[in-house]
T-cell receptor
Framework: KAGVTQTPRYLIKTRGQQVTLSCSPI?????VSWYQQTPGQGLQFLFE???????NKGNFPGRFSGRQFSNSRSEMNVSTLELGDSALYLC???????????FGPGTRLTVT | DQQVKQNSPSLSVQEGRISILNCDYT??????FLWYKKYPAEGPTFLIS?????DKNEDGRFTVFLNKSAKHLSLHIVPSQPGDSAVYFC???????????FGAGTTVTVRA
C-alpha cells in the first residue's frame, strides 16, 4: 500500500497570507490527524477527522481549520499567517479508533 | 501545557551499548503509551507501545518500561546500532479519545 502523502513538501508564505496543505491517507484509512512540529515543542495535535467529521481538536486558534472529503483526503488551512506558524506540519492516518497512526513526511511551512 | 515531557534533548551512546530514553507524563488519564522514531525529512514511524495494564513490552532490541505510580516510562535499545541514530518521541493517549500527546523528542546519536 502507498503511504501517507502530503503536498506540497515545502512552502514559503508571507505574513498575513493564507495557506492550504493537503494530505492523502493510506488507502482504506478513514481517520486523518494533523500535527504541528516546532523545535523544542514536539508534535502538537491540531485536529482529527473521521469520515468527514471533526472528532478531536487541539488548542490552536481558529485561524487553523481543516476538512475531510468523502475519499478521506484532508486539507488544512491556516489564515492570516504569523511568523510563529513556521513549522513542519504532519498528517497521520489510521483505520479506526485506537489503531496505530501512520505519518506522512510533512509539509515544511516558512512564514516570512 | 506539556503533558508529556522528555527532559533530555539529546543522548550520545557508543555502538553496541544500551540507550535509555526517558519520558514523564502528568495526565493520570493516559493509559496508552507509544514511542516513535523520526529520521530527517521523514514522518515519525511507530516503534513500540505499551498499555497501562502492563509494565513492560519487548520487541526485539526495543523494550519499553512503564511505571504508573511515578508516571514515567522509558525505552531501552540494546544493543544500539548506527541506524538507531534518530529523534525519538514519546507519546501518550487516553483511550476515551485516542488523541496523542507528544513529548519534545530526544535526539539519539550512536557513535561507531
Amino acid at each position: 500500500k502507498a503511504g501517507v502523502t502530503q503536498t506540497p513538501r515545502y512552502l514559503i508564505k508571507t505574513r498575513g497570507q493564507q495557506v492550504t496543505l493537503s494530505c492523502s491517507p493510506i488507502s482504506g484509512h478513514r481517520s486523518v490527524s494533523w500535527y504541528q512540529q516546532t523545535p523544542g515543542q514536539g508534535l502538537q495535535f491540531l485536529f482529527e477527522y473521521f469520515s468527514e467529521t471533526q472528532r478531536n481538536k487541539g488548542n490552536f486558534p481558529g485561524r487553523f481549520s481543516g476538512r475531510q472529503f468523502s475519499n478521506s483526503r484532508s486539507e488544512m488551512n491556516v489564515s492570516t499567517l504569523e511568523l510563529g506558524d513556521s513549522a513542519l506540519y504532519l498528517c497521520a492516518s489510521r483505520n479506526g479508533w485506537g489503531d496505530e497512526q501512520y505519518f506522512g513526511p510533512g509539509t515544511r511551512l516558512t512564514v516570512t | 501545557d506539556q503533558q508529556v515531557k522528555q527532559n533530555s534533548p539529546s543522548l550520545s551512546v557508543q555502538e553496541g551499548r544500551i540507550s535509555i530514553l526517558n519520558c514523564d507524563y502528568t495526565n493520570s488519564m493516559f493509559d496508552y503509551f507509544l514511542w516513535y522514531k523520526k529520521y530527517p525529512a521523514e514522518g515519525p514511524t511507530f516503534l513500540i507501545s505499551i498499555s497501562s495494564i502492563k509494565d513492560k513490552n519487548e520487541d526485539g532490541r526495543f523494550t519499553v518500561f512503564l511505571n504508573k505510580s511515578a508516571k514515567h516510562l522509558s525505552l531501552h535499545i540494546v544493543p544500539s546500532q548506527p541506524g538507531d541514530s534518530a529523534v525519538y518521541f514519546c507519546a501518550a493517549s487516553d483511550s476515551n479519545d485516542y488523541k496523542l500527546s507528544f513529548g519534545a523528542g530526544t535526539t539519539v546519536t550512536v557513535r561507531a
